[in-house]
């Protein structure tokens, strides 16, 4: 699998180099680089996706538990692993020299008090985690206001949908400010997991089963994720971005995205609505149009999305350029298997398009704003 | 013991029917998997060594990634643990052979067959791509390309195997112990031994049901995990962790069992509260039944269901402390003597602790939701299976090797082996825990730039050669030996148990005469008795053995196993290529049914062992 390798850029990581970079020890964190899939330039942060800063009052409390047990863990590592070594010095055998040994076989009450001493410590860890637990998996009550969202896991993409509003998107989600987000997911063919780090833990998307995450943010930003649960070839190419704004502004998006699409009138839009419409719209819609299938994300305001491919692919007439020329050349897809009759989308397929209708397409896929 | 003509050469390892030989054949085979299993997880960390790797494809990797896990479990720790309980089990008990000779060279056969089936797959037309885990509907997804069947017939086979030598097992310990060893007399091995036993016994009923289903899902389009035809993709992971679980406590109670020897022989101390060692053993194998769905707590069984397992999973680290405290009274007030074995006994306390006190962690459901699926996981249970099952087996493997050839694996090359894994060990799964933290989920091919994970995959990658360096050094010392070991003796270790009684290799019949138990590490008290103060003493005079007795009957050699293991390789190839495989299917149960006949029909003891 080969991403798009602008000169120089990507060469660095092929084989005998990787190999080289091992036996050297040497560090390649610095290099950024102008990769498509570098995520840097998405997010601020070092670790875009670290489970424990978390960015919302929910995300807080599980952050919060999690470090309690863990510094649990570290005073129970210290105690013995001081034990052990201990021992070992202590009681080592010198060279040659055979101690006499007192021959002890047990220690009843000792024993006793070191199979309720951690049974006691675990009792009381399980205060909070139980409690944690229930909070965050009570769905939300009518005066919370919640945000519902509808997201169903699909090989390798996810699908947004906004009841409230109407409206279906894909991979980006975007939420208000403050307040609470109830996601209820499923999926259309195998298990998925829903996961974005800073907001709340992973939840799968089981296909004829519906589970939910509730989070809330309380920073504006842009959070990133990808699917958790093995789902088949382009698993690691199945990502999430989520963006928070204040309310105002959330409504102001919510509503462009509830508004149907403006079809094109002339030009070279108008020639790539034409190849659409022959190529394109047995998987995919948009709203508004005559293309209403769902085997593929909803291309109603396509332009206004920062990414593609799973987000895995920056929005970039370049990338979508190559992505038409043969989707499978930057995400690892087997669109030969798929069986539209049976349900079973396995990746775009390479539409053998020729350059004038890519360049026309991306001319469409462009007023799709 | 004459031996006639077949009964040398590779004929008569084929045919043998010699608890001993068979512990051989299992742990080289064992080892040569390692490998395998080794070589898989090498490519796995050159890939993940740099953001964007491009040495495997996605195709690949998942092939590599499901393979490495499945080489690891099924055909590396499960083969290394059986390899030393078919050598040791009969010998720790008093017996001269396990109760089913011929079922137990069956039992080998059939593994060997499951995991050259397995291992077939990559040659024609890929490995399982699915996970070892084979999540439905992904595992029963995509059924014009066979993998998944491979799969599940593979495990199925190897299930069968595990199960053939429970039973074995079992009926061994409760009815050819010599007389006098106790149950509580058996050796702590001898009775995490039987632990896993069950075990097997009970859990493989329950993953064998649910291959089957992903096999009928696949070639009957049965839909048991298919949500559009009314089943459920969620069942599967109840069955497969309702038996996956267990199999942890397969995976890691033989390494508890060898460390329960190993610290009190070189602490020069019996072990300390072995009534506690043993029933929090038997602790761990019936509350390893009731924990199996913290796999799934982000499945979405409700609160209720998850704060249930979320008790159970905390509460089985008690017999595990258990366990750990015991070990440390038993090395307390010692004479430590850091030989090999024991530096792998103590590495074991050390590494096991770690991944322990990880596990309690996933326990904790709204935190491992953050952690479930993720690095973080696969550093926890590295910590616990290589850290714990592969250090307790190294351990079991020095400590028995000379009892095994004569001879004493050099002790040199044996510490540098053993610091060197460590590090390694250490180096690449320490990292892990941040990578998981840090957002990095398991089953990736690649990961992005910029996302911070960068330096630490490429520390595990380092970490990865350590340890493959380390292996090199164990075949070192492995062909060092063989070549010029020293001769151990009957005894080298200053034992407690009765293999230390035998001559080093054991005669064909373990013992002359069978022993007569009088108390727990009955070998150590032939050789000691306690002083008021509860100091060892030399005992001075030696009671001699007894003569020995009369002739003694062991079970011929037999073709028949392997026979009947050969005709089940050829029908599992059969299914996979339904429907004209049906003809090697066919043909595959004919020679099975010959193999199995053959057997019924012969007479159980030869002339010439008379």
Redesign the interface.
């Known amino acids: ?3 798009p390798q602008r000169k120089g850029a ?1 060469r660095r ?3 005998p180099l ?2 080289a ?2 036996v050297a ?1 040497l ?3 610095a ?3 102008d ?1 498509p ?7 601020d942060g ?7 800063n978390p960015a919302g009052p929910i995300a807080d ?3 919060s ?2 470090w309690l ?2 510094w649990m ?1 570290v005073v ?2 210290v105690i ?2 001081f ?2 070594v201990f ?2 010095l202590r ?3 010198r060279k040659g020299v ?11 009450r ?2 006793i008090a ?2 309720i001493v ?2 006691v410590i ?1 009792a009381v ?2 205060v909070p ?2 409690s ?3 909070e ?3 769905a939300p009550a009518p005066e919370d206001d919640a945000l519902e969202i509808e997201v169903i896991g699909h090989q390798w993409w996810w699908e947004f949908r906004y009841p409230e509003y109407g409206f279906t998107t894909a991979n980006e989600m975007h939420v208000p400010m403050g307040r609470p987000v109830y996601l209820t997911l499923t999926s259309a ?3 998925h ?1 829903f ?1 974005v ?1 800073r907001l ?5 998307a ?7 995450i509730l989070f809330e943010t309380d920073e504006e930003g842009t959070f990133i ?13 199945m990502r999430q971005r989520v963006f928070s704004h204040p309310e105002a502004e959330f409504e102001a998006w919510a509503l462009a995205q509830a508004a149907p699409a403006t079809l094109p009138t002339e030009g070279a839009a108008l020639a790539g609505w034409e190849v659409f419409q022959t190529q394109c719209i047995s998987c995919h819609a948009i709203d508004g149009t005559s293309a209403t299938a769902q085997f593929a994300p909803n291309l109603t305001h396509f332009a206004s999305r920062t990414s593609f491919a799973g987000a ?1 692919l920056d929005n970039t007439e370049e990338h979508l350029r190559e992505w038409l020329r043969n989707p499978s050349s930057l995400k ?1 897809m ?1 669109p030969e ?1 798929n069986d539209l009759a049976a ?2 989308v ?1 990746g775009m397929p390479d539409l053998g398009l020729t350059e004038q209708q890519i360049t026309d397409l991306i001319a469409f896929l462009e007023t799709l704003r | 013991m004459t031996e006639t003509a077949h009964h040398r050469g590779m004929w008569r390892w084929l045919t043998t029917t010699d608890h001993k030989k068979i512990g051989i054949l299992y742990g080289i085979t064992a080892m040569g998997f390692f490998v395998v299993g080794g070589i898989e997880a090498l490519f796995i960390r ?1 890939q993940l ?7 495997l ?3 690949a990797y ?1 092939q590599l990634f499901t393979m490495h896990a499945t080489t690891m479990v099924f055909l590396v720790v499960m083969p290394a643990a059986a390899a030393l309980t078919n050598y040791f089990l009969p010998i720790l008990i008093g017996a001269r052979d396990v109760a089913f000779p011929r079922l137990n060279a069956f039992s080998y056969w059939v593994f060997v067959a499951g995991g050259l089936f397995l291992t077939v797959s990559f040659f024609v037309g890929g490995a399982p791509d ?2 070892w885990f084979g ?1 439905a ?2 595992s029963t ?2 059924t ?1 390309v066979v993998r998944m069947d491979y799969w599940a017939l593979g495990l199925q086979v190897l299930g069968l195997a595990s199960v053939l030598s429970s039973v074995n097992f079992i009926t061994t310990v409760f009815t050819m112990r010599a007389p006098g060893m106790s149950l509580m007399r058996m050796p702590v091995f001898a009775w995490m031994a039987t632990v896993v036993s069950f075990l097997l016994l009970f859990s493989l009923p329950i993953i064998t049901i649910g291959l089957l289903q992903v096999f009928l899902d696949r070639n009957l389009g049965t839909g048991f995990y298919s ?2 035809s009314g ?4 069942l599967w992971q109840h069955l497969f962790w309702l038996f996956g679980h267990p199999e942890v406590y397969v995976l890691i109670l033989p390494a508890m069992g060898i460390v329960s020897e190993v610290l009190p022989t070189f ?4 072990l ?5 060692v043993i029933f929090s053993g038997i602790a761990i194998g019936f509350m390893g039944f009731g924990v199996w769905a913290h796999h799934m707590f ?3 069984l ?2 209720v269901a ?2 249930a397992f ?2 159970t999973t ?2 089985i ?2 017999p595990t ?2 366990k ?3 070990w ?2 038993t ?8 030989k090999t074995p024991m530096l792998f006994s ?1 590495g074991f ?2 590494l096991f ?2 991944g322990g ?2 596990g ?2 996933h ?12 690095y973080y996981v696969v550093a926890h249970f590295h910590y616990v299976l290589f850290g714990g099952a592969v250090f307790g087996i190294f351990s079991g493997l020095y400590y028995w090797w000379p009892k095994v050839t004569g001879k004493l694996l050099n002790e040199r090359i044996g510490r540098l082996h053993f610091w060197l894994m460590f590090i390694g060990m250490n180096l690449t799964f320490a990292p892990m825990h941040i990578l998981g ?16 994970l ?2 630490w995959n ?1 520390v595990a ?2 970490g990865s ?1 350590t340890i493959a360096a380390s292996l090199l050094v164990f075949f070192w010392n492995w062909y060092r030996t063989a070549k010029h070991g020293q001769p151990a003796g009957d005894d080298p270790w200053d034992g407690r148990t009765l293999e230390w009684s035998i001559s080093s290799p054991p005669p064909e019949h373990n013992f002359d005469v069978i022993p007569v138990v009088h108390s727990e590490d009955d070998f150590w008290h032939r050789k000691y008795t ?1 002083n008021e ?4 003493v030399t005992v001075t005079a030696v009671p001699s053995a007894p003569a020995a007795e009369g002739p003694i009957h062991l079970p011929s050699p037999s073709y028949y196993p392997a026979l009947a293991s050969s005709g089940i390789f050829v029908l599992l190839l059969g299914l996979v290529y339904l429907p004209w495989g049906l003809i090697a299917v066919g043909a595959g149960a004919v020679v099975t049914m010959w193999g199995l006949f053959g057997w019924s029909m012969e007479p159980l003891t030869r002339e010439d062992h008379g």
């Open positions: 699998m080969s991403l990507s990581h092929r084989r990787a190999l970079v091992l020890g560090v390649l964190t290099c950024a680089g990769d899939t570098n995520l840097g330039r998405v997010v070092d670790v875009p996706q670290n489970s424990l409390k599980v952050d538990l999690f047990v863990f863990a129970i590592f013995v692993s034990g052990l021992a070992i009681f080592r055998e055979t101690r006499s040994v007192r021959q002890v076989h047990g220690n009843t000792l024993e070191w199979t951690p049974a675990l860890v399980a985690t139980l944690t637990l229930f965050i998996r009570t063919d195998v298990i997991s996961w780090p709340a833990g992973k939840r799968d089981v296909p004829g089963r519906t589970t939910n994720g990808q699917c958790a649960e093995f789902c088949g070839l382009a698993h690691a190419d895995t690892p087997t298997r349900g079973r396995l | 050159l060594a740099t953001p964007n790797g491009e040495i494809s996605a195709d998942n699915g996970g999540y509907p992904l997804q995509v014009e949500a559009a089943g459920d993709p969620v602490s020069r101390k019996p300390f509260g072995r009534s506690f982000t499945a979405g409700g609160p998850e704060a979320s008790l905390m509460f680290a008690v402390g258990v750990i405290f015991n440390l009274g090395i307390w007030g010692g004479s430590i003597r850091l103590l306390i050390f602790v770690i006190l990880s309690v962690t326990s904790i459901v709204p935190s491992d939701a953050q952690q479930h699926d993720t933290l840090n957002g990095m989920p398991r089953r990736t091919y690649r990961y992005a730039e910029g996302l911070g960068d330096l490429l990658t380092i050669f306690e103060a509860g100091h060892a």
